[in-house]
């Protein structure tokens, strides 16, 4: 579990911070919304996916699977590694309802597009 930002409580649980990047993560202490901002979600999936490339080529040149997993466990530790160390940024109710209005179906279209980009 993860410490809210606005109470300091251990709330968060670990897939509810991930998917903060996606939809703000409720306190369950305090009922303030929190998220890892985009950025800092980005640079890591950026990260990830550098990695996941490498792995690739490093199968390629080798004409072997087996190089592809340590390339595989690095890669999904570090991704693991940077969501944990990530921080979390409380966000006001406000700012959440008018983000809301944009709705589920723009968020899922934006992070299809953010994976091309
Ligand atoms: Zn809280």
């Known amino acids: 579990m993860y410490d809210c930002p606005s109470c300091k409580k251990p709330t ?9 990047n996606m939809a703000y993560a409720e306190c369950s202490e305090c009922q303030r919304l929190c ?3 985009g950025s800092s979600a980005n640079a890591i999936f950026a990260l990830a996916f550098v990695m ?5 080529v490093a199968m ?6 087996r190089v592809g997993i340590p ?8 991704y693991v590694a940077l969501w944990h160390r990530a921080d979390l940024i409380p966000v ?5 309802a008018t983000e809301r209005k944009v709705g589920i179906v723009t968020a899922i279209f934006s992070a299809i597009i953010s994976i091309f980009n």
């Not at 996941?52 to 690739?56: E, K, M, N, R, Y």
């Not at 006001?92 to 959440?96: E, G, K, L, M, N």
């Open 92 to 96: 006001s109710r406000a700012r959440a």
């Open 71 to 78: 390339g595989v466990l690095v890669g999904g530790a570090s």
């Open 12 to 20: 968060i649980s670990g897939a509810r911070k991930w998917w903060s």
């Open 52 to 56: 996941f490339l490498l792995t690739i």
């Open 35 to 37: 998220h890892v901002p």
């Open 60 to 65: 390629i040149t080798a004409q072997s699977t």
